[in-house]
């Protein structure tokens, strides 16, 4: 798939855009063509850049990488292009936030080094805190031999290797990197069709490590790797596959795109049980089960969707009360042309916290100290149209920025609409027979104990959209105006919906746009 096709909730090629970086690369390192692009947008007015959640003051970003919370502060790291709104030359950006709500740029924490495993890319990796030290494991690339490429197709060069930094600096701006990769090259004897995204945790006396990977039509999966000692290559061990898939069936150019392969795994423990999150076929996995602490194995029990739209490759992080924080890449869903015109692209989602019922069916809601973000209520009023037990609750969020609250009941229907102007862009339908919604065509089930809710931000060109507690729906929308629209909500049904909004301001006062660093 090309980053420039406007497909939403779908990872970029990875493949294809690693194979660019080669050729791109050997020319230079940081094209400076790029620098020019955003120089003349004006990003501090683009009424479509969005005021209250989390992107870097300029450029491309992606994957959230290494969420912390250390000395009393959230560090937020994610891929980053210093140079260009569209993807390349990955290094990773750094934000620090008292509340995971409000942020302040940070200086760029690692960028590629020439002549080492990262000299073509600092890509996706995990924190892991050691006393006063915060290790970042991560994937390098670089230019190797179709023999050690990690994709190995008999063409690509581009080999991923397992990498590692660290701070002692109390406010991780100054990172050391080993020279060397910790684990260099994947398990012998496997057709791999990737090796990346490394995601590592301490239990007992050991340290373990998941790595996103797959087989050529066989299925992706995620490798375990352990050690006693994080920063000694010698000492990393590889155990087994943690969990696989199968293959689709159906080849593609891709191998994300078939099932072939898993990105950016994450594995945790969580009340009582054990969670993993991959991502694959466009889409972002949940499973949870039981981990075998002795064998190390994977028995997974229940499985699902955590979004439905715009969302991949997030990340997650325990927080000062010690709970499990989802994190995810909000993607564009424009052209390559139109984002170097913008002069941005993409955004971290608001944090999402993450609970397991005692069924081990994954649950998720927007963090409850957003309250915070709320700066007035919204007038919403009922209109009676018709039969009186079908009244219409409508308000209206302003210059395309708020929060709805909107909750039914289980034995009657409802309908939920976000508008522009006169165009509706999100539908969500109750239908208490089946007790299902159907947003946009997209059904979701619920759980027998679930009330129908729906949870909505909008901010600037995104929605994010709770749904019962659930899953995640998030959605892009684009307009062409100078100024952002007023966003007209309604909800349809019984005299039991409930409808609230809530006016929410901007995190900063430039609106994130002011950068701290300098290339």
Request: aromatic share 10%; proline share 7%.
């Amino acid at each position: 798939m090309k980053s420039s096709d406007p497909i939403q909730g779908r990872s970029l090629s990875r493949r294809r855009l690693l194979a660019s970086a080669a050729a791109s690369a050997a020319a230079s390192l940081f094209p400076r063509w790029a620098m020019a692009e955003d120089s003349a947008a004006n990003i501090a007015t683009d009424p479509r850049r969005p005021q209250f959640h989390l992107l870097p003051a300029k450029n491309w970003m992606n994957d959230p990488n290494g969420p912390v919370y250390f000395n009393g502060k959230y560090h937020m790291f994610c891929q980053f292009n210093p140079l260009a709104a569209v993807w390349g030359d990955m290094s990773w950006y750094h934000s620090e936030s008292p509340d995971m709500l409000h942020w302040n740029h940070k200086p760029l924490a690692m960028t590629p080094t020439p002549g080492s495993p990262d000299e073509y890319g600092c890509f996706s990796g995990s924190a892991i805190k050691v006393g006063k030290r915060v290790y970042q494991v991560y994937t390098g690339t670089k230019l190797s031999s179709p023999e050690l490429a990690t994709i190995r197709d008999g063409e690509n060069k581009i080999q991923e290797s397992q990498c590692i930094a660290w701070s002692d600096d109390p406010a991780l701006v100054k990172w050391t990197k080993l020279p060397e990769p910790i684990i260099p090259l994947p398990p012998p004897g496997m057709k791999i069709t990737g090796f990346r995204d490394p995601s590592a945790w301490k239990q007992g006396d050991w340290y373990y490590m998941t790595v996103g990977s797959g087989e050529a039509e066989v299925g992706g999966c995620v490798l375990l790797y352990r050690t006693k000692n994080l920063v000694d290559p010698k000492s990393w061990e590889y155990m087994h596959k943690l969990t696989s898939g199968e293959w689709t069936g159906k080849k593609t150019a891709n191998p994300c795109d078939d099932g072939e392969m898993w990105e950016c795994p994450d594995f945790f423990a969580l009340d009582g049980g054990h969670v993993l999150i991959y991502s694959t076929l466009g889409k972002v996995i949940w499973e949870s089960g039981h981990l075998d602490e002795a064998t190390m194995t994977f028995t997974k029990k229940k499985t699902g969707e955590l979004d439905l739209g715009a969302f991949y490759a997030p990340k997650t992080q325990l927080d000062a009360k010690g709970r499990r924080i989802l994190w995810g890449w909000i993607q564009e869903k424009r052209s390559d042309a139109e984002m170097k015109v913008a002069g941005w692209s993409g955004m971290m989602s608001l944090p999402r916290v993450l609970s397991l019922d005692v069924d081990g069916t994954l649950r998720v809601r927007v963090l409850p100290e957003a309250v915070g973000l709320r700066a007035g209520t919204l007038p919403s009023k009922g209109l009676e149209v018709g039969q009186k037990d079908t009244p219409v609750f409508l308000t209206m969020l302003p210059k395309a920025s708020g929060e709805v609250l909107c909750v039914g009941r289980k034995g009657a229907r409802m309908e939920f609409t976000i508008n522009m102007k006169s165009e509706e862009i999100l539908k969500a339908t109750y239908t208490p027979e089946t007790h299902k919604f159907v947003v946009d065509s997209k059904e979701v089930q619920l759980e027998a104990s679930d009330e129908p809710s729906l949870h909505a931000y909008v901010d600037g060109s995104v929605i994010e959209l709770i749904i019962s507690e659930r899953i995640g729906y998030t959605k892009r929308f684009y307009y062409p105006d100078s100024t952002a629209p007023d966003i007209g909500v309604g909800a349809t049904g019984t005299a039991d919906i409930k409808l609230a909004g809530w006016k929410v301001g901007p995190i900063s006062k430039d609106r994130l746009t002011t950068p701290i660093f300098t290339i």
